[in-house]
């Protein structure tokens, strides 16, 4: 466990008789990504008390108005500077102290204006659609195991709307197989292929299986069920990472990272005359949704 959440709920820790299993069960609420996410507002606001040689807790009114202050200037966006603040109550209440100084209608109002001094815009990735894809797909080399896999991956992302938690790893050292599919979680048929996705964003404590359909397309440039039966070979390695391949003469499972999606999907991105700064991986979900949408449509007329 890290130790900042240590030492910010070593106070609840030493209210209670069960402290530790307090602590244990408050803490396992948030998932890893949330952990890091509340593990870097505390970092930060630790170093603006460092620095001002403030208290950290309890947080007094002054001093939470004075840090709002301080990360307006600091980051570049009113919703980051509402995200590190909601951060900071959010580590305030498990140290047990009254969280009410957070809802003072002084902090409210700096907040909004925030808002109005700032004026950021939010920008959303552009939608990917089948034509974009279809394109992209005559750039793969067809003898290059990662390249196919990473065309696989976005198609992966664009057909079922998958997150890129659930298609691929941020780094070695953090793999999880029960977060990724696996190549015994996928069930070929003659025309249906089913996925079966153990974890996503809101399905963090396996309270049901999610078993999505991939099914044929017409157009086998974009198909997924397709590039799936090509890609990879899916018998004998059933504990295989899905968007994994082997390399060496030892057969080394070398898995893929969403850093190399990203890098390949740029890089096709420039190749087709797409500029690769206004897409993301975010686009793939964006995109598929309106698109799976569509074909529902067209279909029921």
Excluded at 32 to 41: A, C, F, P, Q, R
Excluded at 49 to 73: G, M
Excluded at 180 to 190: A, H, P, T
Aim: proline fraction near 5%; hydrophobic fraction near 40%; include cysteine.
């Amino acid at each position: 466990m890290n130790s900042m959440f240590g030492e910010l709920l070593f106070t609840v820790a030493g209210t209670h008789m069960f402290g530790e299993w307090v602590r244990l069960l408050w803490i396992s609420a948030f998932a890893e990504s949330t952990k890091n996410t509340l593990l870097t507002h505390g970092q930060k606001y630790n170093h603006f008390c460092d620095s001002y040689k403030l208290v950290p807790f309890p947080v007094t009114l002054p001093q939470l108005e004075d840090y709002v202050a301080y990360l307006s200037v600091e980051l570049h966006s009113p919703e980051a500077v509402s995200g590190n603040i909601s951060g900071l109550k959010t580590l305030h209440k498990g140290s047990g102290f009254d969280t009410g100084v957070f809802d003072n209608p002084s902090v409210q109002l700096m907040l909004k204006g925030l808002k109005r001094v700032m004026q950021h815009g939010v920008q959303q990735a552009r939608p990917v659609t089948p034509q974009l894809l279809k394109r992209i797909s005559h750039c793969v080399d067809k003898n290059s195991e990662e390249q196919k896999l990473v065309f696989l991956a976005l198609l992966l992302g664009f057909h079922l709307f998958l997150r890129r938690s659930n298609l691929a790893l941020s780094s070695v050292k953090k793999m999880n197989k029960a977060k990724l599919v696996l190549r015994g979680d996928i069930r070929v048929g003659e025309s249906l292929t089913l996925i079966h996705v153990k974890w996503t964003k809101t399905l963090q404590f396996q309270q049901r299986p999610l078993l999505l359909p991939l099914v044929e397309t017409a157009d086998k440039d974009i198909c997924p069920a397709t590039w799936l039966r090509h890609s990879l070979r899916l018998e004998g390695n059933p504990g295989m990472l899905l968007l994994s391949h082997c390399v060496g003469p030892d057969k080394i499972e070398q898995p893929l990272l969403a850093s190399e999606i990203q890098k390949w999907f740029r890089q096709w991105l420039i190749r087709v005359g797409e500029s690769p700064h206004v897409f993301s991986l975010h686009s793939l979900r964006h995109g598929g949704g309106p698109h799976g949408l569509s074909v529902m449509v067209c279909r029921r007329r």
